[in-house]
């Protein structure tokens, strides 16, 4: 009996630091903006795509998880012009529209936007 009760302490301890840490993690900025040049901004959904993805290295396999990064890059010429919008959203978007599967915009203007 007394290592039932133990065991089931145990399980409610270890289930219950789980939790907390799976709570606790930083899933980034739920949305942000990205300098789209002179198309105008890009509203990012952050936190839909991760939903939508699950796999944060299917973005994050080009960038690091830090705040500015991709502006970072642009400027630093290590990213190179439109390459995270042809490589990673665009192809994305038109994979998914040709799988019947829900997807993202796939027009300029559909995620540019001038203000």
């Known amino acids: 009996m007394q290592k039932r009760w133990a065991f089931s302490t145990f399980f409610i301890m270890v289930f219950g630091v789980v939790a907390i ?7 980034g900025a739920e949305r942000f903006s990205i300098d789209g040049g002179k198309r105008g901004a890009v509203a990012f959904p952050h936190h839909m795509h991760q939903e939508a993805l699950t796999d944060c290295a299917s973005c994050h396999d080009l960038f690091p998880k830090s705040a500015g990064v991709i502006q970072e890059m642009k400027t630093s010429g290590s990213l190179k012009k439109k390459q995270v919008m ?3 959203c665009i192809s994305c978007h038109k994979r998914l529209k040709k799988a019947n599967e829900a997807s993202g915009p796939v027009k300029c203007g559909q995620c540019h936007t001038r203000t």
């Not at 840490?21 to 899933?27: E, K, P």
């Open 21 to 27: 840490v799976v709570a606790g993690v930083n899933l």
């Open 86 to 88: 042809n490589s990673k």
